[in-house]
Nanobody, 123 residues
Framework: QVQLVESGGGLVQAGGSLRLSCAAS????????MGWFRQAPGKEREFVAA????????NYQDSVKGRFVISRDNAKNTVYLQMVSLKPEDTAVYSC????????????????WGQGTQVTVSS
């Protein structure tokens, strides 16, 4: 089993930055693709970014390209999401997830999930 715990969320003004962290335990995730998803009130959970097991390949939702960067430190069993130039429409609960599927981009491909961390961007 894999346990994932997110941190780093909070309230920030538009244009600000946050860095989310996702710490894994229970089993090393160094062989897993890792993803970040978000869910805003009244909306479905949506893909944000993913990174392969070695950090060599990443993928992003179009709306966050150039503003968000996903990275990982396998020695620390941790994945990060650096977010800059935040917009009010980025407000959501952000969750990390682990998958055996290479660079998985849909939530159905991720069997392991964290509880999420709230990101609120004020205008």
């Amino acid at each position: 089993q894999v346990q994932l715990v997110e941190s780093g969320g909070g309230l920030v003004q538009a244009g600000g930055s946050l860095r989310l962290s996702c710490a894994a335990s229970g089993r090393t995730v160094s062989s897993y693709s890792m993803g970040w998803f978000r869910q805003a009130p009244g909306k479905e959970r949506e893909f944000v970014a993913a990174v392969t097991w070695d950090g060599g390949t990443t993928n992003y939702q179009d709306s966050v390209k150039g503003r968000f960067v996903i990275s990982r430190d396998n020695a620390k069993n941790t994945v990060y999401l650096q977010m800059v130039s935040l917009k009010p429409e980025d407000t959501a609960v952000y969750s990390c997830a682990a998958s055996r599927v290479w660079l998985a981009t849909t939530r159905y491909q991720y069997p392991y999930w964290g509880q999420g961390t709230q990101v609120t961007v004020s205008s």
